[in-house]
């Protein structure tokens, strides 16, 4: 089998990309050239390089994402491009989602759901799996709100973070296996306030801060009034809880690393 995986260089690619190994020959497609084995060129903003990078791959792991705020069409685009380039192949098409993209009114979340729907109507093989935020990128958000004599934190936000190594074992189990369709949502193993979240990270990190929830405006506001549309409602829930994840991660000074860059 061989598997193209788009965003292989990301958190959940790598992890995706580490799980497959053993099982296929795995492809990361790359903009620019890169002499590691594994790697493909291709430039899914311009599609220079698509048709070569996909000829003669079974599975496409479309896990990339430009996370362009400001420009959220470019997801839906970039995705688009991918499509179009499978002119005579049928590759079995995966795509990784976020939960909510159905129900939260932000560009962003809109742009997965319009690209959900491109990867839908490919007349490709394909599977959907949606899933909620990582620990990670939770734990990206909490750092800078702890930084000052009190941690703010959005008010009425509402989140279920999940492990991505999880994540990426629910993928690789649906790359390998039969095209589902919409496979079932996966969240972490529990629904925890975004005041949970920071006491949690306070608490592990040995920082004593006063923890105050304010409201806030803007598209961040407009997140945390929606929390509730990012958990899973009917699917499946991971095992790692994120103060776990913490603790598996504090280093010899007590700081907590993570898999983004700052």
Do not use: N
Not at 43 to 61: H, M, N, P, S
Not at 203 to 226: C, D, F, K, Q, W
């Amino acid at each position: 089998m061989r598997v193209l995986i788009t965003g292989g260089t990301g958190v959940l690619g790598r992890e995706l990309t580490s799980r497959l190994r053993d099982h296929a020959e795995v492809r990361i497609l790359s903009r620019s050239h890169r002499s590691e084995q594994g790697f493909v060129q291709g430039d899914l903003e311009t599609g220079e390089g698509l048709a070569e990078a996909t000829a003669g791959v079974d599975v496409i792991a479309h896990l990339a994402s430009a996370a362009d705020y400001r420009r959220p069409q470019r997801d839906v685009k970039q995705t688009r491009r991918l499509v179009a380039t499978l002119t005579s192949a049928r590759p079995h098409l995966v795509y990784a989602s976020i939960v909510g993209v159905d129900k939260v009114p932000i560009g962003f979340f809109r742009a997965k759901l319009e690209s959900e729907r491109v990867i839908e109507a490919s007349g490709m093989p394909w599977t959907v799996v949606r899933a909620t935020e990582f620990h990670d990128l939770i734990l990206r958000y909490l750092r800078p709100m702890a930084k000052g004599p009190v941690a703010v934190v959005p008010r009425r936000a509402i989140l279920q973070p999940v492990e991505v190594g999880e994540v990426a074992d629910r993928l690789a189990e649906l790359v390998i296996g039969p095209p589902v369709g919409r496979a079932r949502d996966l969240g972490g193993p529990q629904v925890e306030t975004m005041e949970e979240l920071m006491r949690t990270y306070l608490e592990v990190a040995g920082r004593r801060r006063r923890v105050l929830a304010i409201p806030l405006p803007g598209r961040l506001g407009a997140m945390a009034g929606v929390g509730g549309s990012m958990v899973v409602a009917d699917g499946d829930r991971g095992r790692l809880t994120f103060a776990e994840h913490l603790r598996a991660r504090v280093a010899t000074d007590g700081s907590i690393s993570h898999r983004y860059h700052d």
